[in-house]
């Protein structure tokens, strides 16, 4: 069965930094793209970075260019987020997701655009 499984959330400060890692079971993930999303309390769901199958080419969300870092690890199946210099906007329950479509010939950063999904995982930075 394909699973996707988001670690590494936690309470920290402004500032600070974490790395989530998604665990990635059960399917050929390694043939699709995969992106992390994220969530905060009454808003829609986020698309924040996605990164290619060969972990070649990654993607951002604008105005976290350059804080938060997107990689794979092709040998062990997992995607990871590092965030840097975390701010307190930044709070939100992280997903890690696989796009749909291995043949997307474009970035996908619609939510429902990506078939498989994690359970998520809370990331709260306190000011």
């Known amino acids: 069965q394909a699973q996707l499984v988001e670690s590494g959330g936690g309470l920290v400060q402004a500032g600070d930094s974490l790395t989530l890692s998604c665990a990635t079971s059960?399917?050929?993930?390694?043939?699709?793209?995969m992106a992390w999303f994220r969530q905060a309390p009454g808003k829609e769901r986020e698309w924040v970075s996605g990164i290619t199958r060969n972990g070649a080419g990654a993607f951002y969300e604008e105005s976290l260019q350059g804080r938060f870092f997107i990689f794979r690890d092709l040998v062990k199946n997992t995607v990871s987020l590092q965030m840097n210099n975390l701010k307190p906007e930044d709070t939100a329950v992280y997903f890690c997701?696989?796009?749909?479509?291995?043949?997307?010939?474009?970035?996908?950063?619609?939510?429902?655009?990506?078939?498989?999904w994690g359970q998520g995982t809370q990331v709260t930075v306190s000011s």
């Open positions: 059960g399917g050929h993930f390694s043939n699709l793209f």
């Open positions: 997701a696989a796009d749909s479509d291995r043949d997307r010939s474009y970035v996908a950063r619609r939510a429902d655009e990506y078939l498989y």
